[in-house]
């Protein structure tokens, strides 16, 4: 069985093939048998490509969730605009995890593959533009021909809302595998919180955007008009330079990823000639190779028996399922206007998305960057804190009353800051744990259980959601606070990354 460290087996067993293990040099540094170590730093060029990479995915990310909330941001004009129902325009919501679960096996397999980043990114970007396309089929037709024709004009809606909601997994499964292969690890975590936010900022933009442009319901192709250009833009760049990796890897990490031995294979050690030894996974297909949906299989199967990411796995679905469970009815709160809901909800939103970022920037500090669990034991008790009180406030308790909207909102913003501080920890923690298997397998086994939960908690009717998200919030913190105390720091990842700068510096030292 493996053990939790990351399927650490010593050499010289004899069972190894010839690739799959680490052999350690005169100078106590561990570097693949067959992969060469890094060569000089990259030319300026490349520089800018990673900011580029960084760019167009982040781009990406926050337009398919500005795609995937276009109904739903400005309900009573799509309702009049495509004649349907209230149910109709919550099913085109509830469509968006469900199309992520549906392609969370797919994704994570892609993602596994040697251009598997890049492919995805192209994909993600030409599937966009045909939702954003199809999505405006019902817009070709008169008012009376869709209501005459409603049933397979809302058939063209549902295909693009479906196709939207697709390329979620292959997108936001990812943060951390690009951060891993693009940039070095002291700006890991910042890229990972960046590209991991802009997810929640498109779907932020979405609350201002509908509204000040839809006012009723003959303007609803404006906005689809609008999202069509914007998914132009992407597809365009994929098409004219998508790199699938740098020509000079950024770090140990970076270079299995793709030029070294793959999907579960990886040179490790510490900083102690006795720590150098071998990893090895039940996969054994180089990296660089081409990776069997069997074998992806099995590296998300390992990845689920060990018992720490398997806690983290729990505490990211509970409070980010619950989480968007929350975010999506608190407008229907009766305490408040829809309007000051609205505010609330943004107001979380956008905290969360500076949040995120902030964290990821100073937990790239070396004083933090191995107290990830710590950090986020922290964060889960003082949002469990902001979300109590904020339920407090509400139906059915009304144990604090005749606090002013100024607070509420107060609340609600420190609320969010905080809990989005906890994302890019649970992607970056969850790879270093699992190392070597693939990011992006990891990023996948960790998100897909957030759109589960998301789906069970809007299959529970409507008015108990709405009267007890904000407790069922707090509890989520709680349990996620319990899951994480479960968790062994281990930085298998960040062993080899710094194992390998070290045996850098000592070799100009020498020179």
């Not at 409603?150 to 936001?172: D, E, K, R, S, Y």
């Not at 960046?194 to 404006?222: C, D, T």
């Not at 933090?368 to 034991?377: E, N």
Request: with cysteine; aromatic share 10%; charged share 10%.
């Amino acid at each position: 069985m493996p053990s939790e460290g990351g399927f650490y087996r010593e050499r010289g067993n004899g069972t190894d093939s010839p690739h799959l293990y680490a052999a350690r040099n005169p100078r106590g540094t561990v570097r693949s048998e067959t992969t060469p170590l890094l060569g000089k730093p990259a030319p300026s060029g490349s520089n800018w490509t990673r900011w580029y990479i960084l760019t167009l995915y982040s781009f990406l990310n926050g337009l398919q969730g500005l795609n995937w909330m276009t109904y739903s941001s400005v309900p009573e004009p799509a309702r009049n605009y495509l004649h349907t129902s209230n149910s109709t325009l919550d099913l085109l919501l509830n469509e968006g995890p469900i199309g992520y679960v549906s392609m969370y096996f797919f994704s994570s397999w892609l993602l596994a593959q040697p251009r598997g980043l890049a492919i995805s990114i192209r994909l993600g970007a030409y599937m966009c533009l045909f939702a954003s396309l199809v999505r405006c089929v019902p817009c070709l037709f008169s008012d009376g021909d869709r209501q005459e024709h409603h049933v397979p004009l809302m058939a063209t809606v549902h295909l693009g809302q479906i196709v939207n909601a697709c390329v979620a997994p292959f997108i936001q499964a990812s943060p951390a595998l690009l951060s891993m292969v693009w940039f070095p690890p002291r700006e890991r975590n910042t890229v990972t919180a960046v590209a991991n936010a802009s997810n929640a900022v498109g779907r932020a933009i979405g609350f201002f955007l509908g509204p000040a442009l839809v006012k009723h319901a003959s303007q609803l192709p404006v906005l689809l008009a609008l999202e069509i250009g914007l998914a132009v833009l992407p597809a365009l760049a994929v098409t004219v330079y998508l790199p699938a990796r740098p020509a000079v890897a950024p770090s140990a990490s970076a270079r299995e990823a793709f030029g070294g031995v793959a999907g579960g294979v990886a040179a490790a050690a510490t900083k102690t000639p006795a720590s150098a030894a071998a990893m090895t996974t039940p996969s054994s297909t180089p990296s660089h190779s081409y990776r069997s949906f069997r074998s992806v299989l099995q590296d998300m199967g390992h990845a689920m028996a060990l018992p720490s990411f398997a806690a983290l796995v729990i505490a990211y679905g509970l409070q980010m399922g619950v989480y968007c469970s929350w975010a999506s009815v608190l407008p229907m709160q009766e305490s408040f206007s829809a309007t000051k809901a609205g505010w609330l909800a943004s107001a979380n939103t956008f905290a969360g998305i500076v949040g995120g970022v902030l964290c990821g920037y100073v937990t790239d500090h070396p004083a933090l960057a191995r107290r990830l669990k710590a950090v986020m034991l922290v964060l889960c008790v003082i949002t469990a804190i902001l979300f109590g009180t904020f339920a407090l406030t509400l139906p059915p308790f009304h144990v604090v009353n005749h606090l002013p909207y100024s607070a509420l909102m107060a609340i609600a913003t420190t609320a969010g800051l905080f809990r989005g501080g906890l994302d890019p920890l649970f992607f970056e923690l969850g790879t270093d744990i699992t190392h070597p298997l693939g990011a992006g397998t990891v990023g996948a086994s960790i998100t897909v259980t957030c759109h589960v939960a998301l789906i069970i908690a809007l299959s529970v009717p409507s008015h108990t959601l709405v009267r007890y998200a904000s407790s069922a919030m707090t509890v989520a913190m709680v349990l996620s606070f319990v899951s994480i105390l479960f968790v062994r720091e281990q930085y298998n990842r960040r062993d080899i990354d710094e194992a390998d700068a070290d045996s850098h510096t000592s070799d100009k030292t020498i020179q």
